[in-house]
């Protein structure tokens, strides 16, 4: 890496990881810039991705996503909905996500039959009892408090499509990210943007509870619903 002329990383953490290692390995000596070798300088810089809104606005014009939101709107009229979309393995966080929801539900009874969780798990080549486990709180929780007209935990096991996502997005009135360790997670970017009541003008714009573990954490920097996963007290008091 090295050898480059520019390394750029995802967060500054990372960069500023990168550069102590160097300089306590190799003893470069490490510069807000980047790092100054024998011969020459490093420049080591944050260069975090994004989305293309300009893409995300012209496919939520679509047809097909105004009748998803249709859908979606009438099927979970007068409800609460916390979306979350994730491959199915450890790092992501899928289980205490649900643990946290469950005990958000143990401890405010008012609102059970008021608030619903569609949970999006895409499959991962990661092969463990995590989805035995994940289905078992599902099925827990679902079997605690649903009825003919209510399910409190909907959990798909596959990915969906485009409009769908959009559409779930633009309705949402939550996102729930809770991974254990991650990069820059860009569905909250597009959360945020999906958001932005050109859609839905008469929609409160939504909360965005962001595991503190992930780079998209630091880059927006204290929001005030950012979570340490493994704390099921503190998720569950930021979905309320």
Known sequence: MLGANLVGFQIHEYARHFQQTCSRLLGAEATPDGLQLEDRFVDVVNLPIGIDPVYIRERRANNSVKKWIETIRERYKGKRLIVARDKLDHVRGVRQKLLSYELFLNKNPQWRNQTVLIQVAMSSSEKSDLDAAVSDIVTRVNSSW???????????????????????????????????????????????????????????????????????????????????????RACADAIK
């Open 146 to 232: 649903a009825n003919l007209a209510y399910q409190p935990v909907v959990y798909l096991k596959q990915d969906i499509d485009f409009p769908q996502y959009l559409a779930l997005l633009t309705c949402a009135d939550a996102l729930m990210i809770t991974s254990q360790r991650e990069g820059m997670n860009l569905t909250s970017h597009e959360y945020l943007f999906c958001q932005d009541g050109e859609v839905l003008p008469d929609k409160k714009h939504g909360s965005l509870i962001l595991s503190e573990f992930t780079g998209t954490s630091s880059l927006f920097g204290g929001h005030e619903l950012a979570v340490n996963p493994w704390d099921y």
